[in-house]
């Protein structure tokens, strides 16, 4: 690490932090990536892991101490604001020019005071604070979330249970979620400042995704609507803590009273391309719902 171009990812082992890696890597980007554990490391080039906790303080300035930018996001855990404030906390101790951080829809929505959207947003307030540049990403629910317990669902039952009713959601392809933080880190000043909301092109119902997965599944596939009480319990039932079922179960009121049916345009903005379709998604996933 000889110059402060580097880009420090958080969240590298994630889903979103993975993918986001494989962009910087592929546009030739140096790449710090900060994980716990090691042997989750993923050789890429340009990327360069690096082991820190972001509860310990003191192990993050080796993974900023070099690097002009930071991507922020990590999951939701009972020391989740104390560890990204640190984070924040050190990238201004060590001259980190612009921090890009991965927050969440359900801030200032009508659900902002769940677990979820209140870590987040008090992360937000200290970032905004913090005398840094930032750029706030706030991804609405992810396509990504339909592979595992859903798809095997849909493989075993040909069955979609959900607590949404008719109710709609701009769902978004984690990938571009991906590409439009990786967009935002090769030129960062364009977008300081800047709160996007990201979501799909279109907002779509479980009844919808239910015909579209028919296409590729090996059977028609149906949409059986829970009340919400029955949501409640199937989480429950999970082992969720109750923070989490509380959460999941406002985003499922939300959605079923047609209040979460917003479409942004802020994907195709800064990709100047449209963002995937739930139907390219289920196209290119198939095999997870055969």
């Given at each position: 690490?000889?110059?402060?171009?580097?880009?420090t990812?958080?969240?590298?082992?994630?889903?979103?932090?993975?993918?986001?890696?494989n962009?910087?890597?592929?546009?030739?980007?140096?790449?710090?990536?900060?994980?716990?554990?090691k042997?989750?490391?993923?050789?890429?080039?340009?990327?360069?892991?690096?082991?820190?906790?972001?509860?310990?303080?003191?192990?993050?300035?080796?993974?900023?101490?070099?690097?002009?930018?930071?991507?922020?996001s990590?999951?939701?855990?009972?020391?989740?604001?104390?560890?990204q404030?640190q984070?924040?906390?050190?990238?201004?101790?060590?001259?980190?020019?612009?921090?890009?951080?991965?927050?969440?829809?359900?801030?200032?929505?009508?659900?902002?005071?769940?677990?979820?959207?209140?870590?987040?947003?008090?992360?937000?307030?200290?970032?905004?604070?913090?005398?840094?540049?930032?750029?706030?990403?706030?991804?609405?629910?992810?396509?990504?979330?339909?592979?595992?317990?859903?798809?095997?669902?849909?493989?075993?039952?040909?069955?979609?249970?959900?607590?949404?009713?008719?109710?709609?959601?701009?769902?978004?392809?984690?990938?571009?979620?991906?590409?439009?933080?990786?967009?935002?880190?090769?030129?960062?000043?364009?977008?300081?400042?800047?709160?996007?909301?990201?979501?799909?092109?279109?907002?779509?119902?479980y009844?919808?995704?239910?015909?579209?997965?028919?296409?590729?599944?090996?059977?028609?596939?149906t949409?059986?609507?829970?009340?919400?009480?029955?949501?409640?319990?199937?989480?429950?039932?999970?082992?969720?803590?109750?923070?989490?079922?509380?959460?999941?179960?406002?985003?499922?009121?939300?959605?079923?009273n047609?209040?979460?049916?917003?479409?942004?345009?802020?994907?195709?903005?800064?990709?100047?391309?449209?963002?995937?379709?739930?139907?390219?998604?289920?196209?290119?996933?198939?095999?997870?719902?055969?």
């Open positions: 690490m000889e110059n402060n171009q580097y880009v990812v958080f969240g590298a082992t994630g889903k979103i932090g993975s993918a986001l890696l962009f910087l890597s592929a546009e030739g980007i140096p790449a710090i990536a900060v994980t716990r554990d042997s989750k490391a993923v050789a890429l080039p340009f990327v360069e892991w690096v082991v820190a906790d972001m509860f310990d303080k003191d192990s993050l300035y080796k993974t900023m101490d070099h690097s002009n930018a930071v991507f922020l990590s999951a939701m855990g009972n020391h989740f604001v104390t560890e404030q984070v924040i906390q050190v990238a201004v101790e060590t001259g980190v020019a612009h921090i890009v951080k991965l927050s969440s829809a359900a801030v200032g929505s009508s659900i902002g005071s769940s677990a979820i959207a209140a870590s987040h947003g008090a992360v937000e307030d200290y970032l905004k604070a913090a005398g840094i540049l930032w750029t706030i990403l706030r991804p609405t629910g992810f396509m990504q979330n339909w592979l595992g317990e859903f798809s095997q669902r849909v493989k075993s039952q040909r069955t979609i249970e959900e607590a949404t009713g008719d109710g709609k959601r701009a769902y978004i392809d984690l990938r571009d979620i991906a590409e439009v933080a990786g967009t935002i880190l090769k030129a960062p000043a364009d977008h300081a400042g800047n709160t996007y909301m990201l979501t799909g092109g279109e907002a779509i119902n009844a919808q995704l239910a015909t579209m997965l028919s296409a590729v599944a090996a059977g028609p596939v949409y059986i609507p829970l009340t919400l009480e029955e949501g409640r319990q199937r989480l429950e039932q999970k082992g969720l803590p109750p923070w989490g079922v509380q959460t999941f179960m406002a985003y499922a009121e939300v959605q079923r047609g209040d979460a049916a917003l479409v942004s345009s802020a994907v195709s903005d800064i990709l100047q391309k449209p963002a995937r379709t739930a139907e390219a998604f289920v196209q290119d996933y198939a095999a997870w719902f055969k």
